[in-house]
């Protein structure tokens, strides 16, 4: 949180920036009641340190700007493996009847109270959680190359739970030994010693998989109570009462099921002690123990407090369970962790703010020249999964907004995959492995069509039953930036046909939001219509100034997030450059005019771009700490490259200014390198077209920017276009 504001401006503009990298770039109007404006926002950081510039200017081209360091640890990495056996393929074993809805709600439970996310819980029910099945999920981890979706390297831990029959089975060592162990789906009676899971084989099967720490929560039991003429009193007094455990053979010491308790990194909760039943309650459809574990974790872990540990939870959880099963059943906790597993609830919105930065941002950088980080996409998109399997099973979201919800959490995933598709294909171009790139860029493309196309469905279905106005305009608003999106990945997968269908649908719906014309344009202009595209960039930049105002005296609510996002003031200056190739290439000629008024006034099209050059003029200029701030690659890179474009297509600077500031930049980031090339080869053919008259040298230039495969950038389609009219005008 930070505040922006100044007593002496109208307005200012802040900027956030992560190790150089531009997260986040708003104007803020001032409060009517206050000179300021509080600024609430998440900043995703990275593993290790992270650099968090704060930049703020106004229109008195006065700057500030704050920086602090940031160190993230690196990620654990955490995986479950949630089993629950109701019906045995051995017919002679009696069903259980509440083990897999035990497996169900323990999964709801992890992704509710703890960062573990969707795609590393494997959840094995019935049929599926047979011997081998399970034993394979137990022995990968993909952090040591093994099959499992857990990709982040550090200090693994596993989380084990069964919800079952246990049973007492003869041991290993001599004839009068007896060992506990867990029933698979496939056991069978007459032969329980060979084929159900004792605790050595599941401790052999996690410390094969590398899990620096192992958890293991049994709701099973394996030897009858030897209170047993009490127990049967019991029984009677409660019959929905049923027994875990399945052949009972002697008697046991209690011992964890993974490892030897005295072992560092090896902890079990079961669910009753030594000789002692677990029983399922078929009144609330849950074991009893499995029934406390979820009740305390509900009642006990709140959002934006102290995390729990199991240590913490344990205490209530035996409390609740030996009360309701008259004091037959205690469970047991023995172990220890080399690191703590907390519990701490997550809400899908806290999910959603944590990946927002990513989300918005996404768009902007793929009409400019910044190169996705597909770690940082990555993240945000796990975070945008989880939160929708959150709203799933989360009543209260569903009871509110749980259709808009998830409308709104799939448009941000297949944003987030549109870029990774764009990033993919880039880099295709020189990746020696170029056929597994373009492979990578087909599914993320698949995958955000996908999610787009069910969005689209969900949003249409809304407006059809929905009346009450204001959840009218949230989700047209919302059905606008669906079909925004869905166009620049059909334009993006060089599908320029489906593009324009989806953006002239966008079109249609009112009240119109600025980014559906600036979208509109590009998709356009890529497709040769420059007179129309010309039209419609303009428009943009008049609705971004009359757009809120207009929507307050149409509707009286605020304007929600949907209508403003997607649209920033770099986009304002791309579609002011747009709009000049557009008339240039519509009229045949060029005019240095409008480009050169609007750079001069005060209209915010103009600020865009004069602050720009405010900005390129402190890179070189012989302010120390501003040119400390460019030597630190704070600084934007894609509004000062709009300025140093102008500049260049109005003769103030020359091309090896533009050359030269490319070189800076790119010391920066060196993936911007191919992005940046596009670009600058382009506006140089532009330039040797219309006001040199040199079409050799131009399609030079031209073929170069198309090589670059930057379809997320206009450039590379006016180049295309260009390229194809010049070569059909050859003599």
């Not at 290790?48 to 920086?67: H, K, T």
Request: hydrophobic fraction near 40%; include cysteine; charge should be negative.
């Amino acid at each position: 949180m930070f505040i922006v504001g100044d007593p002496a401006s109208d307005t200012a503009a802040y900027q956030i920036s992560r190790n150089g990298v531009v997260l986040r770039r708003e104007s803020v109007s001032p409060n009517p009641l206050s000179a300021s404006r509080q600024v609430v926002t998440w900043v995703p950081l990275e593993e290790g340190e992270n650099i968090i510039s704060i930049q703020v200017d106004d229109a008195l081209n006065r700057f500030a700007e704050v920086r602090m360091s940031v160190t993230h640890p690196i990620e654990r990495a955490y995986k479950a493996v949630v089993i629950g056996v109701d019906k045995y393929q051995d017919s002679a074993i009696q069903p259980l009847h509440s083990a897999a809805a035990d497996a169900s709600a323990v999964r709801a439970a992890l992704l509710s109270f703890t960062e573990i996310e969707p795609r590393d819980i494997y959840l094995l029910t019935g049929e599926n959680a047979t011997r081998d099945s399970i034993k394979e999920a137990l022995e990968t981890n993909s952090s040591k190359g093994g099959k499992s979706n857990t990709t982040k390297p550090s200090d693994p831990t596993l989380l084990f739970y069964f919800s079952g029959y246990g049973s007492g089975v003869v041991g290993s060592g001599s004839s009068d030994s007896s060992d506990r162990c867990v029933v698979p789906f496939d056991a069978q009676i007459a032969t329980m010693s060979q084929n159900c899971i004792r605790p050595s084989e599941l401790s052999a099967w996690a410390n094969a998989g590398g899990w620096k720490d192992q958890i293991a929560i049994i709701d099973a039991s394996y030897q009858n109570d030897t209170r047993r003429a009490a127990y049967e009193h019991q029984q009677m007094l409660v019959p929905a009462f049923r027994s875990k455990t399945l052949l009972n053979v002697g008697s046991f010491h209690l011992t964890p099921a993974l490892s030897n308790e005295t072992q560092q990194g090896r902890l079990i909760l079961a669910a009753s002690g030594a000789n002692e039943e677990a029983f399922e309650n078929d009144s609330s459809g849950h074991g009893l123990f499995t029934e406390a574990l979820l009740l305390v974790l509900g009642n006990s872990v709140r959002p934006n407090i102290t995390p729990m540990s199991l240590q913490e939870l344990y205490s209530p959880i035996a409390q609740l369970t030996q009360q309701w099963s008259g004091g037959f059943q205690t469970p047991a906790l023995n172990g220890s962790l080399s690191m703590p597993f907390n519990f701490q609830a997550v809400t899908d919105r806290e999910l959603w703010d944590r990946a927002a930065p990513e989300v918005e941002m996404a768009p902007i950088d793929s009409s400019s020249m910044r190169v996705a980080n597909p770690d940082a996409l990555d993240a945000a998109r796990r975070l945008l999964v989880k939160a929708l399997e959150l709203r799933k099973t989360n009543r209260v979201s569903q009871k509110s907004d749980g259709t808009y919800g998830r409308a709104e959490g799939l448009l941000g995933i297949a944003i987030i995959d549109t870029r990774l598709a764009g990033y993919y294909r880039s880099l295709s171009a020189t990746a020696s492995d170029e056929p597994t790139k373009l492979n990578d860029a087909k599914n993320a493309t698949d995958s955000a069509e996908q999610a787009l196309i069910e969005a689209q469905s969900i949003s249409e279905a809304i407006l059809k039953t929905e009346h009450y106005l204001k959840s009218q305009f949230k989700t047209k608003c919302l059905l606008q930036n669906i079909l925004v999106a869905q166009s620049l990945l059909y334009l993006q997968s060089e599908r320029s046909d489906d593009a324009e269908k989806s953006v002239r649908l966008a079109l249609t719906i009112t009240p119109r939001l600025p980014i559906t014309d600036f979208a509109a344009g590009k998709v356009l202009a890529s497709r040769g219509a420059y007179t129309e595209a010309s039209r419609l960039l303009r428009d943009a930049m008049k609705q971004n100034d009359h757009f809120f105002a207009n929507v307050d005296q149409q509707v009286a609510v605020e304007v929600p997030l949907e209508a403003v996002s997607l649209w920033t003031q770099e986009q304002v200056a791309s579609a002011l450059l747009w709009r000049q190739v557009c008339s240039a290439f519509a009229r045949g000629w060029f005019m240095r005019s409008p480009l050169s008024w609007y750079a001069l006034t005060g209209k915010k099209t103009g600020h865009a771009i004069r602050e720009a050059v405010n900005q390129a003029g402190r890179i070189t200029g012989a302010e120390s700490t501003v040119a400390g701030i460019a030597e630190q690659q704070a600084l934007d890179v894609d509004a000062t490259w709009g300025r140093e474009v102008s500049a260049y297509l109005l003769g103030l600077e020359k091309e090896d200014h533009l050359r030269e500031f490319q070189t800076r930049e790119q010391s920066a980031d060196p993936r911007t390198a191919d992005a940046f090339k596009c670009s600058l080869e382009f506006y140089i053919g532009f330039k040797q077209v219309f006001q040199r008259k040199k079409k050799q040298e131009a399609m030079e230039h031209f073929k170069t920017a198309v090589k670059t495969r930057h379809t997320e950038l206009l450039e590379y389609w006016f180049a295309k276009s260009q390229l194809e009219s010049l070569a059909a005008s050859k003599p």
